[in-house]
């Protein structure tokens, strides 16, 4: 039975055999098969069980009503289509070509979009790719652009809020534009839970179809923020009630002109808009009682067809407009950002962060159940840093579900995320190709790979980037599969290349001029520390202070061991002529803050981002992995607001230098 079973495991798009961080061969129990398959609606448990979702999982391959080819090249159908003889192609703009299907091979077609390949009562979607995403040079003039990057809750302004909003992104945005930034990279803005003031995590999303309503800004309609005292932290149990009331203040002293506006907004976005409108409401009225998601609800609410959920939206149509309002408020508040952008002289202007899944209580999975992976939650193998493997408790797309309704998912998660932004970081990008999915209630270590259709969305994404005329960068950080690179290379989707990771086989330093230029250049990322908080051994005091340290070394090595690696990195700095002069002491980062923006800003990658905590030379860092309240991820907040920042003479010294040595 186990070869059966195996066979199973393979169609349905499982790796059985995979290799660690370390470079060992792993196999996947047969239990862990079973369990998996079994999610993914296979059955496995005996050899009647095997062979039965053996058969329908050669029929789902047959039912596929998706297929992808490039621009020009010819288009390879299903074995379904094999000789169906004459057909009709119909164009995106309406226009029809006749063609016909000879063995399984289809004529190529230069016009690229999305049409409809008809055969007799057959029909499929072709999608048809330019051969690349935008690259920078194909959205501006400069050669070698840069920008920063921005965790929006830490901005600060004069309105003195309780976090930073899209309103705070204007004096961000106008200030790096002066300075000559070419883009401003954002933490993800997906839709949260209103009503549940302790899901403030930007990568665990309600819906990434639409947005966190609580950055939007109620002085864009007249509305108010009200003045907070300025600590450090963000008080998100406090802020977001506050700011849930300024909303409503605002939604209820609309004009007729703006409630105009909202109505013609909500009927353009139709039935989704409709139904997170909903959701926001049922979620808010049923969290009281304990509900975290949908599945808590009564089952009555589960089917956002049902008569109960069109009666329950009835008898709240307040609050059902209040969080379209909230919707619409979100969105012209993000594109006067993106607006103040290009007006400044941005060639691409905010990149949107698309995170990798979504919560399985949340929105799009209650609306959209059949796209999702159900019993089944995305991680990460164990490995070197997590010796358990990682559950992030959220789901996301079904391969299978991809192909039957021609990504439409994606497709409108990438337009959702591109609507706003002339760019969008992909989370994880490695989720393109694979995920690891671990059953519910298992540990991360029973995980499996599961197969992406990773050639369908790369072309998607190269004619979602032309439909917006947008950039794409993939983080391909942490454990690569071979061969990924060069594919995400050939659709010119940006990888990351991080100073820290940028080392030759002896552990030295690579020198920014031979750091591949297919890729964004940076000094670090949200999850890992800042410049001055690795040279004063702050991730050190973290390290200790958690418990998350090696136990068979002191502090006296840790220490000692760091003073070893600033020599090195001092070096390497001096080599690339980004550092001058002796070495700075422990406690001294300025100086290497200074030296690792330059040395970043000589990379030859095509985009420089210097994260916006490495421009002002903060020694604390976002967010820790693997944390939750053992250190305040996502609350930190930036020393003061942005306009004042960017005027500190060696912050704009910093800048300018950046922006001198990228042009």
């Not at 947008?470 to 940006?494: C, F, H, K, W, Y």
Request: charged share 25%.
């Amino acid at each position: 039975m186990t070869g059966a079973l195996h066979r199973l495991a393979r169609k349905a798009g499982l790796q059985i055999d995979w290799e660690d961080a370390t470079g060992e061969a792993q196999r996947v129990s047969d239990d862990s098969l079973r369990q998996v398959l079994a999610a993914l609606g296979y059955p496995a448990e005996t050899e009647a069980q095997i062979g039965t979702s053996l058969d329908r999982c050669e029929q789902d391959a047959a039912d596929c009503r998706f297929v992808s080819a490039d621009a020009g090249q010819a288009i390879t159908l299903p074995e379904s289509w094999a000789d169906a003889g004459a057909a009709r192609i119909v164009l995106e703009n309406g226009e029809t070509l006749s063609a016909r299907i000879v063995g399984t091979a289809l004529p190529a077609l230069r016009q690229t979009g999305y049409h409809r390949l008809i055969a007799g009562d057959r029909q499929i979607t072709l999608a048809i790719a330019p051969p690349r995403c935008l690259g920078p040079g194909d959205v501006g003039t400069r050669a070698r652009p840069w920008g920063t990057s921005v965790q929006l809750p830490s901005l600060r302004d004069e309105r003195q809020g309780g976090f930073g909003d899209f309103g705070s992104l204007l004096p961000a945005v106008e200030g790096f534009a002066q300075a000559g930034a070419d883009a401003l990279a954002i933490s993800p803005v997906h839709a949260l839970f209103p009503a549940d003031p302790s899901r403030f995590s930007p990568y665990a999303p309600s819906s990434r179809l639409f947005l966190n309503i609580m950055f939007g800004d109620p002085s864009l309609v007249g509305g108010q923020v009200t003045p907070v005292p300025q600590g450090d932290l963000i008080d998100w149990e406090a802020a977001i009630p506050r700011r849930l009331a300024e909303l409503r203040r605002a939604f209820d002293g609309c004009s007729d002109e703006i409630r105009a506006k909202v109505a013609a907004w909500r009927a353009d976005r139709g039935e989704e808009l409709g139904r997170h409108a909903i959701f926001d409401a049922l979620f808010a009225h049923h969290f009281p009682d304990g509900a975290r998601g949908w599945q808590d609800w009564p089952q009555e609410y589960h089917d956002p067809s049902s008569d109960a959920v069109a009666l329950f939206a009835a008898r709240h149509r307040e609050d059902v407009d209040f969080y379209a309002f909230a919707q619409w408020l979100a969105a012209a508040s993000l594109d006067a950002a993106q607006d103040a952008a290009r007006r400044g002289g941005m060639s691409i202007g905010l990149i949107a962060d698309l995170a990798v899944g979504m919560d399985g209580g949340g929105s799009h999975a209650w609306s959209r159940r059949e796209d999702m992976l159900e019993g089944l939650s995305i991680g990460a193998p164990p490995d070197p840093l997590g010796p358990q493997g990682q559950d992030w408790g959220l789901t996301g797309f079904s391969p299978r579900a991809l192909k039957r309704t021609g990504f439409a998912g994606f497709i409108a998660t990438l337009r959702a995320a591109l609507d706003h932004a002339g760019g969008v970081r992909i989370d994880h990008v490695l989720g393109l190709g694979r995920l690891w999915v671990v059953p519910h209630g298992e540990s991360s270590a029973n995980g499996v790979y599961l197969t992406l259709p990773l050639s369908d969305m790369l072309r998607i994404l190269a004619i979602e980037s032309h439909r917006a005329g947008a950039i794409v960068i993939g983080e391909d950080l942490g454990t690569v599969p071979e061969g990924l690179r060069p594919q995400l290379s050939a659709r010119n989707v940006l990888g990351m290349r991080v100073m820290w990771f940028e080392r030759g086989k002896d552990g030295s330093y690579v020198p920014p001029a031979q750091w591949p230029d297919q890729a964004a250049a940076m000094t670090g990322t949200h999850d890992i520390f800042t410049v001055a908080g690795w040279w004063t051994g702050r991730d050190i005091d973290w390290s200790r202070r958690l418990g998350r340290h090696d136990p068979d070394r002191s502090e006296a090595q840790d220490r000692a061991a760091r003073d070893e690696d600033r020599t090195e990195l001092w070096s390497a700095l001096s080599k690339s002529g980004a550092a001058t002069g002796p070495q700075p002491a422990a406690d001294e980062p300025q100086r290497v803050v200074d030296a690792a923006a330059s040395h970043v800003a000589q990379a030859a990658c095509k985009l420089a981002i210097v994260p916006l905590e490495d421009v002002v030379g903060v020694t604390e860092q976002p967010n820790l992995p693997g944390t939750i309240d053992e250190h305040p991820n996502w609350r930190r907040r930036m020393p003061a607001d942005s306009t004042s920042l960017l005027q500190r003479p060696d912050i704009a010294a910093r800048i300018q230098a950046i922006d001198r040595i990228r042009r």
